[in-house]
């Protein structure tokens, strides 16, 4: 694989571009989503409201990252989802699902983390697939 097939992509819609991480890397038709947090785009802070407006906050910013790069929802095929609490895993299954189409839904790993950055209570971080 040569560097031509590998594309580093940051829109700046969500987190500043200046970050030293990729929002997205694309691997042919491959795109790996960064981990995503309940983040109000265009500020470092955190949506209120507990773990259900940062699980609202944390999808809203995937489609948003997906959205800038030509793809959507439907095109993500794994997710990997990091809880402060593994205890909140029902209130966050309940925002996740209604961003997919019932039997349309990701792999899916879970799991309960120490600590997140910045406090949060939820990050998610996918793979979609170009075509999907």
């Known amino acids: 694989m040569t560097t031509a097939n590998v594309e580093f992509l ?15 890397v694309r691997v042919g038709d491959t795109v790996y989503l960064s981990g995503q947090m309940g983040i109000v785009p265009g500020e470092m802070r955190l949506a209120p ?3 259900r407006e ?10 948003t ?4 790069h030509g793809l959507s929802m439907r095109n993500v095929v794994k997710c ?4 402060a609490d593994i205890s909140d895993w029902p ?9 997919f189409e019932e039997g349309r839904f990701p792999a899916r790993s879970a799991f309960g983390a120490n600590a997140l950055a910045m406090g949060g209570r939820v ?10």
């Open 91 to 99: 209130a966050f299954n309940e925002v996740y699902r209604a961003y």
């Open 54 to 63: 940062q699980s609202r906050q944390t999808m809203e910013n995937i489609s």
């Open 65 to 68: 990252t997906l959205h800038a």
């Open 10 to 24: 940051n829109s700046g819609k969500v987190l500043p571009a200046s970050l030293p991480f990729s929002e997205a």
């Open 123 to 132: 990050e998610v971080e996918c793979v979609a697939v170009v075509g999907a």
């Open 80 to 83: 990997t989802v990091m809880l």
């Open 49 to 51: 409201g507990g773990i």
